[in-house]
């Protein structure tokens, strides 16, 4: 997995850092006082009761030695050091009480630390839910205009914002009785929130979900949206785990797109990254990177799992850091109502040792703990996937796959094009993730025969690579506009730069694109929705290298075929029994057809109505458009090449914009 940043971000912190050095001028530190914590308090946040109380509490220590003082410094001080706002010692733990606070006020804060070695650093709490940066000026702002200011007195570095008696969010009874679909039968879109929509944000994503629903699909993968360095990232460097990042929105931004996701029957899994933090993390902060790094107690600086270089790899073994992300694990399911994780380089969650297995079965535990039947699936490459699968989690299946579906797609029928790997229960798919090159970019580009050239003919194979994975046994996944043959480079304009967006370069508005995503809902839907009782067991199928014609067979209840050829027909032969024509309008089937190169077919024992596009896009939706129930009928036309949908006498672009 790459992982680009573009931004100022430590530039920033750096030259603030300097600049807010006074603080310490003419200062002069009472002795530190020990008393022992609140039962129940750890590191951490902890609001009283009554809504004007706050119990902050900071782990500040090396390997060997506590600090000498840590202050709070803030609103509460005026930005300025305060020997009435030095925290109590209680072993290697600070802390401190506020009362008389302000209820649904903001408050902003960092703790000041003298470490033993009389080293002096700023930081933010481990433990916040939202903070601030010099940074939020950019993107954050855009977000949310209304942004809480950057506080003068602070370093440059994370400042802490905490809320006392703040109002809980509302959750609608979908989300409060929110039926999780079985992990066997999940079909899941991974998306990346700043690249989804020209918005860019929550709320904008929120707006696209109706497509998402008409897709099929009944579960979404958010990339990491967890507080990470800098704005436009994929999230893979992260710096906070309980705090949402302000580029996309608001934390009830996020609150309300995975409401309105439970709505539609549609899961929410956050991808989360464990193995790693960046430097700007409060306890990478201390002790960082360099010298320091060799007496910080939270880090191994010799990962045992040799996977190494992405920042400050945890110790999983060093209880604090053990116990924040048992908490990390409960606190997205209990406050945003998530429905599972995907976990990112989970082979390299260890201790001194190679125990990932171990350290991962123990959270996983929390998780079913907190919320039993959320999922936890693994980007885990190393020992241990038999392992972790029979206890109850999920692993990717890796790049290895994703090439066979790449071959396919280019029309290349050699070895190493066999979709075997895809067809795994425990596993969990994929044809395109983030992280491989999209299919139809490599089609355009390496293509067999015609591809390269004839654009319909590329389009008319993404539903039969789709279909060859989302029919296969195990759960599966789709990358954002896979089933649109989105065709841009993965590296175009850097991986995480602005790619260009579907809307905008009228991929809605070509037949051949909205035909290849009316096959690929119609694919989807029977597995999701009209017979996911078929999916049960093993398939027999006939999937392997260098095939033209490929077959799966779910007993006696659905059989699909494709010609993966670019040139010459193939005949399949259907099994014993009555099946009937899914894509053609459920007629009945005879006994043999003759397929084309790049078409698919699938056949199901029961006259099942594949819903056709004007069905799918006439749907009652509740997003950009209010358009009310009972659903109002559809026609789809064309206008100079452009495809347009009426409805109820006005004009709409295929993804729900109104034409004036």
């Known amino acids: 997995m790459k992982r680009i940043v573009i931004s100022l971000f430590a530039l920033v912190s750096t030259m603030l850092l300097t600049a807010q050095s006074s603080i310490w001028t003419d200062f002069t530190p009472d002795p530190c006082q020990t008393q022992s ?10 609001y009283g009761e009554d809504g004007t109380s706050v119990t902050l509490c900071t782990y500040a220590a090396s390997k060997t030695e506590p600090a000498q003082h840590v202050f709070l410094l803030g ?30 006020k903001e408050y902003r804060f960092q703790y000041a630390v003298i470490r033993a070695d009389g080293v002096k650093k700023q930081i933010c709490d481990l433990y916040s839910e939202k903070v601030l940066h010099p940074d939020d000026q950019y993107e954050p702002k855009k977000a949310d205009p209304t942004i809480t200011a950057y506080p003068q007195g602070a370093d440059g570095s994370y400042v802490t914002v905490i809320k006392p008696g703040a109002t809980p969010f509302a959750w609608s009874e979908a989300t409060l009785n929110f039926k999780r679909p079985d992990k066997k039968n999940l079909i899941i879109y991974e998306v990346w929130v700043y690249d989804y929509t020209t918005g860019r944000t929550f709320k904008a994503l929120k707006n696209k979900l109706d497509y998402i629903q008409n897709l099929g699909v009944n579960a979404i993968e958010l990339m990491p949206v967890s507080e990470f360095e800098g704005n436009i990232s994929w999230g893979y460097n992260p710096t906070l785990y309980f705090a949402v990042d302000k580029t996309y929105g608001k934390a009830d931004d996020l609150k309300t797109l995975i409401d309105e996701c439970h709505k539609r029957g549609i899961a929410v899994i956050l991808d989360m990254v464990f193995n790693h933090t960046k430097g700007s993390n409060p306890m990478a902060t201390l002790y960082p990177w360099g010298n320091d790094l060799q007496y910080n107690p939270w880090f191994n600086t010799n990962p045992p799992e040799g996977d190494n270089g992405y920042g400050e790899e945890w110790d999983h ?5 053990h116990e924040m992300f048992q908490r990390v694990f409960a606190y997205w399911l209990t406050e945003y109502k998530i429905d ?20 991962l079965t123990d959270y996983y535990n929390t998780v079913q703990a907190t919320s039993p039947g959320a999922y936890m699936i693994l980007e885990h490459w190393g020992d241990g996937q038999s392992t972790l ?63 390269q050239t004839n654009e319909a003919a590329r389009l008319g194979r993404v539903a039969e690579n789709v279909a060859f994975n989302v029919l296969l046994n195990g759960a599966h996944m789709l990358w954002q506009f896979e089933e649109i043959g989105y065709d841009y480079s993965i590296d175009y304009n850097g991986r995480t730069g602005n790619k260009p967006n579907p809307q905008t370069k009228g991929y809605f508005t070509q037949p051949e694109r909205v035909d290849a995503f009316t096959k690929c809902a119609q694919v989807i839907t029977l597995r999701t929705q009209l017979a996911p009782q078929a999916f049960t067991g093993n398939p027999t199928v006939n999937i392997g290298s260098g095939k033209a014609l490929r077959t799966i067979q779910w007993g006696n209840e659905v059989f699909a075929a494709a010609n993966f050829s670019v040139s010459g027909n193939e005949a399949v032969t259907l099994p014993n029994g009555t099946w009937y024509d899914y894509l053609g309008g459920a007629q009945r089937a005879n006994g043999t057809y003759t397929l084309a190169p790049g078409e698919l077919k699938v056949f199901t024992s029961t006259a099942l109505q594949a819903p056709t596009f004007e069905d799918i896009m006439s749907r009652p939706v509740q997003g950009i458009e209010d358009i009310q129930s009972p659903a109002p009928a559809v026609q789809k036309f064309l206008n100079n090449g452009t495809l347009y949908l009426l409805r109820n006498g006005i004009t709409y672009t295929i993804d729900g914009r109104r034409v004036e």
């Open 37 to 46: 914590r609140p039962a129940g308090v750890s590191n951490g946040i902890y």
């Open 75 to 104: 609103d509460m001080t005026n930005w300025q050091l305060d020997n009435n706002y030095q925290l109590k010692r209680d072993g290697n733990y600070f802390w401190i009480t506020l009362t008389g606070l302000t209820p649904r």
């Open 317 to 321: 073994d060093f209880a604090p850091a």
């Open 340 to 359: 599972g994780y995907r976990l990112d380089l989970s082979h390299g969650l260890c201790g001194k040792t190679n125990n990932a297995v171990a350290n």
């Open 389 to 451: 699968i029979s206890r109850g989690m999920q692993c990717w299946t890796g790049a290895g796959v994703s090439n066979s579906y790449c071959q396919t797609a280019m029309g290349w029928l050699k070895d190493g094009d066999g979709f075997g790997d895809a067809n795994r229960a425990g596993y969990v798919s994929y044809a395109e993730s983030h992280d491989e090159e999209r299919m139809q970019y490599k089609a355009k580009t390496w293509g067999n025969g015609d591809l």
